[in-house]
Protein backbone atom coordinates (compact mmCIF):
# COMPACT_ATOMS: atom_id res chain seq x y z
CA UNK A 1 0.00 0.00 0.00
CA UNK A 2 0.61 3.28 -1.14
CA UNK A 3 4.23 2.99 -3.30
CA UNK A 4 5.40 5.76 -5.52
CA UNK A 5 6.96 4.83 -9.28
CA UNK A 6 8.47 7.27 -11.85
CA UNK A 7 4.82 8.76 -12.27
CA UNK A 8 6.01 11.13 -9.95
CA UNK A 9 9.20 11.15 -7.52
CA UNK A 10 10.10 7.52 -7.12
CA UNK A 11 12.73 5.58 -8.72
CA UNK A 12 10.83 2.63 -10.82
CA UNK A 13 9.26 2.27 -13.55
CA UNK A 14 5.47 0.56 -12.90
CA UNK A 15 5.89 -2.33 -14.65
CA UNK A 16 9.15 -3.02 -12.25
CA UNK A 17 7.50 -2.71 -9.08
CA UNK A 18 4.56 -5.19 -10.97
CA UNK A 19 7.42 -7.99 -11.23
CA UNK A 20 8.79 -7.24 -7.95
CA UNK A 21 5.46 -7.14 -6.16
CA UNK A 22 4.93 -10.63 -8.23
CA UNK A 23 8.18 -11.71 -6.61
CA UNK A 24 7.67 -10.58 -3.47
CA UNK A 25 4.26 -12.51 -3.11
CA UNK A 26 2.17 -9.60 -2.50
CA UNK A 27 -1.39 -10.57 -3.84
CA UNK A 28 -2.10 -6.51 -4.27
CA UNK A 29 -0.34 -3.61 -4.34
CA UNK A 30 -1.57 0.09 -4.28
CA UNK A 31 0.05 2.50 -6.21
CA UNK A 32 -0.05 6.33 -5.41
CA UNK A 33 1.77 8.74 -7.21
CA UNK A 34 1.50 12.43 -6.69
CA UNK A 35 -2.12 13.70 -7.84
CA UNK A 36 -1.63 11.75 -11.03
CA UNK A 37 -2.99 8.08 -12.27
CA UNK A 38 -0.36 8.14 -15.20
CA UNK A 39 0.42 4.21 -14.16
CA UNK A 40 -3.06 3.51 -15.66
CA UNK A 41 -3.21 5.15 -18.25
CA UNK A 42 0.00 3.39 -19.48
CA UNK A 43 -2.13 0.30 -18.23
CA UNK A 44 -0.41 -0.42 -15.24
CA UNK A 45 -3.84 -1.19 -13.86
CA UNK A 46 -5.66 -4.96 -13.50
CA UNK A 47 -4.46 -8.74 -12.62
CA UNK A 48 -0.57 -9.37 -13.78
CA UNK A 49 0.67 -12.71 -14.03
CA UNK A 50 4.53 -14.02 -13.50
CA UNK A 51 6.63 -13.60 -16.57
CA UNK A 52 6.52 -10.93 -19.67
CA UNK A 53 7.18 -8.25 -17.27
CA UNK A 54 10.01 -6.65 -17.91
CA UNK A 55 11.43 -6.65 -14.04
CA UNK A 56 14.94 -6.28 -14.52
CA UNK A 57 16.07 -2.81 -13.38
CA UNK A 58 19.52 -1.65 -12.55
CA UNK A 59 19.86 -1.79 -9.13
CA UNK A 60 18.38 -2.15 -5.33
CA UNK A 61 18.60 -6.20 -5.35
CA UNK A 62 21.50 -5.96 -3.36
CA UNK A 63 19.47 -5.70 -0.29
CA UNK A 64 17.23 -9.19 -0.71
CA UNK A 65 17.68 -12.50 0.23
CA UNK A 66 15.37 -15.10 -1.14
CA UNK A 67 13.37 -16.08 2.08
CA UNK A 68 10.42 -18.20 3.31
CA UNK A 69 8.37 -15.09 3.20
CA UNK A 70 8.73 -15.32 -0.36
CA UNK A 71 6.09 -17.55 -2.37
CA UNK A 72 5.06 -17.92 -5.54
CA UNK A 73 1.58 -15.85 -5.86
CA UNK A 74 -0.24 -16.90 -9.32
CA UNK A 75 -1.73 -13.23 -10.06
CA UNK A 76 -1.00 -9.81 -8.58
CA UNK A 77 -3.87 -7.30 -8.69
CA UNK A 78 -1.81 -3.73 -9.45
CA UNK A 79 -4.31 -1.27 -8.71
CA UNK A 80 -3.94 2.27 -9.17
CA UNK A 81 -4.37 5.35 -6.52
CA UNK A 82 -3.31 8.97 -6.34
CA UNK A 83 -1.61 11.15 -3.64
CA UNK A 84 -2.92 14.04 -3.48
CA UNK A 85 -0.53 16.39 -1.95
CA UNK A 86 -0.70 19.59 -0.71
CA UNK A 87 2.28 21.11 1.52
CA UNK A 88 1.32 18.72 4.22
CA UNK A 89 -1.45 16.77 5.09
CA UNK A 90 -1.52 14.25 2.51
CA UNK A 91 -4.24 12.30 1.58
CA UNK A 92 -4.79 8.86 -0.58
CA UNK A 93 -7.55 8.72 -3.44
CA UNK A 94 -8.23 4.98 -3.82
CA UNK A 95 -10.59 3.65 -6.39
CA UNK A 96 -11.23 7.10 -7.95
CA UNK A 97 -9.89 8.26 -11.36
CA UNK A 98 -11.19 11.71 -10.57
CA UNK A 99 -8.54 13.69 -8.49
CA UNK A 100 -9.30 16.76 -6.66
CA UNK A 101 -7.15 20.11 -6.43
CA UNK A 102 -3.85 19.43 -4.20
CA UNK A 103 -4.76 23.36 -3.27
CA UNK A 104 -8.24 22.61 -1.91
CA UNK A 105 -8.27 22.59 1.84
CA UNK A 106 -8.30 19.32 3.55
CA UNK A 107 -11.71 19.18 3.94
CA UNK A 108 -12.25 19.96 0.20
CA UNK A 109 -10.04 17.14 -0.91
CA UNK A 110 -12.00 14.53 1.48
CA UNK A 111 -15.85 15.64 0.03
CA UNK A 112 -14.20 15.32 -2.83
CA UNK A 113 -12.80 11.74 -2.90
CA UNK A 114 -16.07 11.05 -1.08
CA UNK A 115 -18.43 12.41 -3.68
CA UNK A 116 -16.37 10.60 -6.39
CA UNK A 117 -17.01 7.02 -5.05
CA UNK A 118 -13.33 6.99 -3.56
CA UNK A 119 -12.17 5.79 -0.70
CA UNK A 120 -9.71 8.09 0.93
CA UNK A 121 -7.08 7.71 3.52
CA UNK A 122 -5.10 10.20 5.99
CA UNK A 123 -1.91 9.54 5.31
CA UNK A 124 1.21 9.09 7.48
CA UNK A 125 -0.09 11.51 10.12
CA UNK A 126 1.78 11.75 12.25
CA UNK A 127 5.49 12.36 10.28
CA UNK A 128 7.25 14.61 11.71
CA UNK A 129 10.63 14.52 8.84
CA UNK A 130 13.76 14.78 10.47
CA UNK A 131 16.00 18.04 10.39
CA UNK A 132 19.48 16.54 10.41
CA UNK A 133 18.49 14.85 7.44
CA UNK A 134 16.71 17.56 5.46
CA UNK A 135 13.01 15.62 5.19
CA UNK A 136 10.26 18.10 5.51
CA UNK A 137 7.56 17.22 7.79
CA UNK A 138 4.36 16.25 6.20
CA UNK A 139 1.88 15.29 8.95
CA UNK A 140 -1.57 15.38 8.75
CA UNK A 141 -2.57 19.40 10.06
CA UNK A 142 -6.36 19.96 10.45
CA UNK A 143 -8.14 16.92 12.51
CA UNK A 144 -11.31 19.22 13.11
CA UNK A 145 -12.09 17.57 9.19
CA UNK A 146 -14.49 14.72 9.19
CA UNK A 147 -15.82 12.32 6.25
CA UNK A 148 -12.62 10.38 5.83
CA UNK A 149 -12.45 6.66 5.08
CA UNK A 150 -9.66 5.23 6.68
CA UNK A 151 -6.14 6.44 8.28
CA UNK A 152 -2.23 5.14 7.86
CA UNK A 153 -1.88 3.49 11.36
CA UNK A 154 1.47 2.48 10.68
CA UNK A 155 3.55 4.07 8.26
CA UNK A 156 7.01 2.57 6.92
CA UNK A 157 8.64 5.88 5.65
CA UNK A 158 7.46 7.76 9.59
CA UNK A 159 9.03 4.77 11.70
CA UNK A 160 12.19 4.70 9.52
CA UNK A 161 12.99 8.24 9.11
CA UNK A 162 12.59 8.17 12.71
CA UNK A 163 15.39 5.73 13.57
CA UNK A 164 17.49 8.32 11.57
CA UNK A 165 19.65 10.22 14.48
CA UNK A 166 23.29 10.77 12.75
CA UNK A 167 24.98 9.01 10.44
CA UNK A 168 25.93 5.84 12.09
CA UNK A 169 22.26 4.93 13.04
CA UNK A 170 21.46 5.91 9.36
CA UNK A 171 24.23 3.67 8.25
CA UNK A 172 22.45 1.04 10.30
CA UNK A 173 18.83 1.67 9.46
CA UNK A 174 19.98 1.53 5.46
CA UNK A 175 21.87 -1.75 6.21
CA UNK A 176 19.00 -3.26 8.74
CA UNK A 177 16.01 -1.13 7.83
CA UNK A 178 13.30 -3.94 9.36
CA UNK A 179 15.56 -3.60 12.80
CA UNK A 180 15.19 -0.07 13.73
CA UNK A 181 11.29 -0.03 13.19
CA UNK A 182 9.13 0.73 16.58
CA UNK A 183 5.65 0.58 15.74
CA UNK A 184 3.03 3.39 14.57
CA UNK A 185 3.60 6.42 16.48
CA UNK A 186 2.47 6.61 19.92
CA UNK A 187 0.68 9.49 19.02
CA UNK A 188 -1.01 8.46 16.07
CA UNK A 189 -2.54 5.05 18.58
CA UNK A 190 -3.73 7.93 21.41
CA UNK A 191 -5.57 9.53 18.84
CA UNK A 192 -6.95 6.53 17.30
CA UNK A 193 -8.13 4.93 20.75
CA UNK A 194 -9.54 7.95 22.05
CA UNK A 195 -11.68 7.92 17.90
CA UNK A 196 -12.67 4.05 18.65
CA UNK A 197 -14.94 5.31 21.32
CA UNK A 198 -17.07 7.37 19.32
CA UNK A 199 -16.46 5.41 15.69
CA UNK A 200 -15.49 2.31 14.15
CA UNK A 201 -12.70 3.90 12.75
CA UNK A 202 -10.57 1.50 10.57
CA UNK A 203 -7.17 1.97 9.97
CA UNK A 204 -4.12 0.55 7.81
CA UNK A 205 -0.43 0.78 7.15
CA UNK A 206 1.52 2.24 4.30
CA UNK A 207 4.66 1.56 2.84
CA UNK A 208 5.44 5.07 1.54
CA UNK A 209 7.65 4.04 -0.48
CA UNK A 210 9.69 5.77 -3.54
CA UNK A 211 13.29 3.61 -3.58
CA UNK A 212 14.77 6.94 -3.72
CA UNK A 213 18.80 6.79 -4.87
CA UNK A 214 21.38 8.60 -3.48
CA UNK A 215 24.63 8.77 -4.95
CA UNK A 216 28.01 8.05 -2.74
CA UNK A 217 30.75 6.53 -4.48
CA UNK A 218 28.47 4.97 -6.28
CA UNK A 219 24.68 4.99 -6.72
CA UNK A 220 22.21 2.93 -3.47
CA UNK A 221 19.13 3.31 -2.77
CA UNK A 222 18.33 4.19 0.83
CA UNK A 223 15.35 1.90 1.38
CA UNK A 224 15.02 -0.16 -2.14
CA UNK A 225 11.29 -1.08 -3.15
CA UNK A 226 11.98 -4.73 -2.77
CA UNK A 227 12.78 -4.52 0.82
CA UNK A 228 9.73 -2.19 1.53
CA UNK A 229 7.54 -4.54 -0.24
CA UNK A 230 9.10 -7.32 2.21
CA UNK A 231 8.40 -5.47 5.80
CA UNK A 232 5.08 -3.11 5.76
CA UNK A 233 2.30 -5.26 4.79
CA UNK A 234 -1.69 -4.96 4.51
CA UNK A 235 -3.64 -8.22 5.10
CA UNK A 236 -6.63 -7.52 4.34
CA UNK A 237 -9.92 -10.07 4.72
CA UNK A 238 -11.65 -10.75 2.32
CA UNK A 239 -13.62 -13.22 -0.10
CA UNK A 240 -11.49 -14.56 -2.79
CA UNK A 241 -10.57 -11.85 -5.50
CA UNK A 242 -9.78 -14.91 -8.08
CA UNK A 243 -12.03 -14.58 -11.22
CA UNK A 244 -12.79 -10.73 -10.78
CA UNK A 245 -12.97 -7.47 -12.92
CA UNK A 246 -10.29 -5.31 -11.72
CA UNK A 247 -12.64 -2.72 -10.75
CA UNK A 248 -14.43 -5.09 -8.84
CA UNK A 249 -11.59 -7.03 -7.09
CA UNK A 250 -10.30 -3.19 -5.93
CA UNK A 251 -13.91 -2.00 -4.89
CA UNK A 252 -13.82 -5.63 -2.96
CA UNK A 253 -10.81 -5.09 -1.39
CA UNK A 254 -11.52 -1.03 -0.29
CA UNK A 255 -14.99 -1.97 1.06
CA UNK A 256 -12.88 -4.76 3.00
CA UNK A 257 -10.28 -2.41 4.20
CA UNK A 258 -13.27 0.40 5.23
CA UNK A 259 -15.14 -2.15 7.25
CA UNK A 260 -12.04 -3.00 9.28
CA UNK A 261 -11.51 -6.29 8.13
CA UNK A 262 -7.19 -5.68 7.86
CA UNK A 263 -4.21 -5.68 9.97
CA UNK A 264 -1.03 -4.12 9.40
CA UNK A 265 2.34 -6.30 9.85
CA UNK A 266 5.91 -6.48 9.66
CA UNK A 267 6.45 -9.32 7.76
CA UNK A 268 10.34 -9.60 7.22
CA UNK A 269 11.04 -11.85 9.09
CA UNK A 270 7.78 -13.95 9.85
CA UNK A 271 4.55 -13.74 7.99
CA UNK A 272 2.01 -12.91 10.16
CA UNK A 273 -0.63 -14.41 7.18
CA UNK A 274 -3.15 -16.50 9.19
CA UNK A 275 -3.67 -14.02 12.42
CA UNK A 276 -7.00 -13.92 13.40
CA UNK A 277 -8.75 -11.83 15.91
CA UNK A 278 -12.74 -12.77 16.18
CA UNK A 279 -15.18 -12.38 19.53
CA UNK A 280 -17.99 -15.43 19.38
CA UNK A 281 -21.11 -14.27 20.78
CA UNK A 282 -24.56 -16.31 21.45
CA UNK A 283 -25.40 -15.57 18.15
CA UNK A 284 -23.00 -14.58 15.69
CA UNK A 285 -18.86 -14.19 15.30
CA UNK A 286 -17.43 -10.42 14.97
CA UNK A 287 -14.93 -9.38 12.93
CA UNK A 288 -11.78 -6.65 13.43
CA UNK A 289 -13.70 -3.52 12.37
CA UNK A 290 -17.80 -4.57 13.88
CA UNK A 291 -19.30 -2.74 16.33
CA UNK A 292 -21.76 -5.36 18.25
CA UNK A 293 -23.64 -4.56 21.57
CA UNK A 294 -22.83 -6.62 24.73
CA UNK A 295 -26.56 -8.01 25.33
CA UNK A 296 -25.22 -10.34 22.15
CA UNK A 297 -22.65 -11.78 24.34
CA UNK A 298 -21.03 -13.20 26.76
CA UNK A 299 -18.68 -13.08 24.03
CA UNK A 300 -15.18 -14.51 23.63
CA UNK A 301 -12.43 -12.89 21.95
CA UNK A 302 -10.12 -15.36 19.93
CA UNK A 303 -6.66 -14.27 19.01
CA UNK A 304 -4.71 -16.99 17.05
CA UNK A 305 -0.81 -16.42 15.49
CA UNK A 306 0.66 -18.51 12.89
CA UNK A 307 3.72 -18.93 14.94
CA UNK A 308 4.53 -17.40 18.46
CA UNK A 309 4.67 -14.32 19.56
CA UNK A 310 3.60 -12.14 22.41
CA UNK A 311 0.28 -11.05 22.31
CA UNK A 312 -0.97 -8.14 23.89
CA UNK A 313 -4.76 -7.19 24.03
CA UNK A 314 -5.62 -3.77 24.68
CA UNK A 315 -8.90 -2.84 26.49
CA UNK A 316 -10.26 0.86 25.58
CA UNK A 317 -6.57 1.93 24.94
CA UNK A 318 -5.03 -0.23 27.36
CA UNK A 319 -2.68 -3.21 27.64
CA UNK A 320 -5.09 -6.13 29.48
CA UNK A 321 -3.94 -9.25 28.68
CA UNK A 322 -0.14 -10.24 28.02
CA UNK A 323 0.49 -13.31 26.52
CA UNK A 324 3.78 -15.30 24.79
CA UNK A 325 2.30 -18.17 22.36
CA UNK A 326 0.02 -18.69 19.52
CA UNK A 327 -3.48 -17.86 21.24
CA UNK A 328 -5.18 -16.15 23.35
CA UNK A 329 -8.85 -16.68 24.36
CA UNK A 330 -10.68 -14.06 27.04
CA UNK A 331 -14.31 -13.72 27.95
CA UNK A 332 -15.65 -10.63 27.84
CA UNK A 333 -19.00 -8.50 28.34
CA UNK A 334 -18.12 -5.04 27.11
CA UNK A 335 -15.23 -2.79 25.86
CA UNK A 336 -13.44 -1.44 22.70
CA UNK A 337 -10.50 -4.66 22.02
CA UNK A 338 -8.18 -4.30 19.51
CA UNK A 339 -4.36 -6.80 19.37
CA UNK A 340 -0.86 -5.76 19.03
CA UNK A 341 1.60 -8.86 18.37
CA UNK A 342 5.55 -8.33 18.87
CA UNK A 343 7.91 -11.02 18.45
CA UNK A 344 11.93 -11.62 19.10
CA UNK A 345 14.36 -10.61 16.75
CA UNK A 346 15.54 -13.25 14.70
CA UNK A 347 18.60 -15.53 15.75
CA UNK A 348 21.67 -15.51 14.13
CA UNK A 349 23.87 -18.74 13.74
CA UNK A 350 21.82 -20.14 16.18
CA UNK A 351 22.12 -17.72 19.05
CA UNK A 352 19.31 -15.28 20.38
CA UNK A 353 21.48 -11.90 20.60
CA UNK A 354 18.73 -9.81 21.76
CA UNK A 355 15.60 -10.38 24.46
CA UNK A 356 13.99 -7.46 22.74
CA UNK A 357 10.91 -7.82 21.70
CA UNK A 358 10.24 -5.36 18.45
CA UNK A 359 6.58 -4.93 16.73
CA UNK A 360 5.07 -7.60 14.30
CA UNK A 361 1.46 -6.83 14.24
CA UNK A 362 -1.57 -4.13 14.48
CA UNK A 363 -4.99 -4.85 14.85
CA UNK A 364 -8.06 -3.34 13.85
CA UNK A 365 -10.71 -3.35 16.98
CA UNK A 366 -13.41 -4.99 17.89
CA UNK A 367 -15.98 -2.81 19.86
CA UNK A 368 -18.41 -4.24 22.21
CA UNK A 369 -20.48 -1.26 23.33
CA UNK A 370 -24.02 -0.36 23.91
CA UNK A 371 -26.13 1.72 21.92
ZN1 LIG B 1 3.01 11.88 1.44
ZN1 LIG C 1 3.74 9.10 -0.55
Request: glycine share 10%; net charge positive.
Amino acid sequence: MHLHSTCSDGTWQPGWLVGEALRAGLEFLFLTDHDNIEAKEQGWYGWFEPGGIDGTHPIGRRLTRPTEADFPVPRLLMCVGAEVTPKNSHYLALGTDELPSPFLPSQGIIDHVRHSGGVGVVAHPDHRGNRRFGIGSYGWRDWSVSGYDLVDLWDLMTDWQDALHGLPSAYFAYRFPAWVLRGPKSATLRRWDEQLRERPAPVIGCCDNHGRLYRLFRDFHLLPYPVAMRILRLHVLCEPLEGLEPAVAEGTLLRAMVAGRSFIANDFWRRAKGFRFSAVGKKRTALMGDTVSPSGGPWRLRITLPTEGRITLLRDGKPWRVVVGRKLEERVDSGIFRVEVEQHLPRLFGRRLSNRYVPWIYSNAIRIVAG
